[in-house]
């Protein structure tokens, strides 16, 4: 399950959305002719992602913000310039270019920071946007709760594209991470899950501001959760799957 789009149009070209985008592939494009390499790979993610046991000893502090552009594969790369897309047009729009681009470099080091917090003596390299992204998604919940969003569902041979409220979404994707921050060890390796987490929340608490210039829970009772302009409206077709009727 995961999500392809959402109902809440943007009022101004989300210029630094697609800027961070672009970082991302065309830094991800650059390194990714030695990921078969182990040598040259370990010796590039020890120079550039984050390993929490130097930050914890104060060096390479540089690596919160260069291992937020670096990805471990295709489909991390994709992944996170999916949920980019989805849902940092919204807050770029609310909150301004520049704004914008402190707010996600800010999620990102704090997510990075909750990271180290968790596992101060691993020397596994973490790379990816997550964090920051995930900062995103926490900030797009304050603002816009019930925006729709729609979500594809894959179980097996069955796929069907739903529309659910963004806080139903947003909520379900973190249960998860934090189920995952809470039997998963960062020494291990793996997902970064207390990075998601922590994002989400830096993301949240970052927002807090912003919501409550926009009149806070008063913000909420004109637009009920909605976003505060008209939604954008998609024809859903239905699923091609034949129906085997029971006998």
Aim: proline share 6%; net charge positive; with cysteine.
């Amino acid at each position: 399950m995961f999500p392809i789009r959402d109902h809440n149009p943007s009022g101004r070209t989300p210029f630094v959305v697609y800027a961070l985008m672009a970082a991302n592939i065309l830094i991800f494009l650059s390194y990714v002719g030695i990921m078969d390499d182990a040598r040259l790979i370990n010796r590039f993610y020890f120079d550039y992602a984050i390993i929490p046991a130097r930050i914890a000893d104060g060096v390479a502090l540089e690596t919160l913000v260069t291992s937020m552009f670096l990805h471990g594969g295709w489909m991390h790369l994709a992944g996170n310039m999916l949920f980019l897309w989805i849902f940092g047009d919204n807050l770029e729009d609310e909150m301004g270019h520049l704004p914008f681009l402190l707010f996600y470099l800010v999620a990102g080091i704090g997510a990075g920071l909750i990271h180290v917090a968790t596992a101060p003596g691993s020397i596994v390299p973490t790379v990816g946007a997550s964090g920051a992204i995930a900062g995103v998604m926490g900030g797009y919940l304050l603002l816009f709760p019930r925006a729709r969003v729609d979500i594809l569902l894959i179980l097996i041979v069955y796929f069907r594209v739903f529309t659910i409220p963004a806080f139903v979404m947003l909520g379900i994707w973190l249960g998860f991470q934090f189920l995952g921050s809470l039997s998963s060890s960062p020494d291990e390796g793996g997902v970064a899950y207390w990075a998601h987490t922590g994002g989400f929340v830096v993301g949240l608490i970052l927002c807090v501001p912003l919501w409550l210039k926009r009149g806070g829970t008063a913000f909420w009772n004109r637009t009920h959760g909605h976003p505060p302009h008209p939604e954008s409206k998609y024809k859903l077709s239905a699923s091609r799957i034949p129906r085997v009727p029971r006998r």
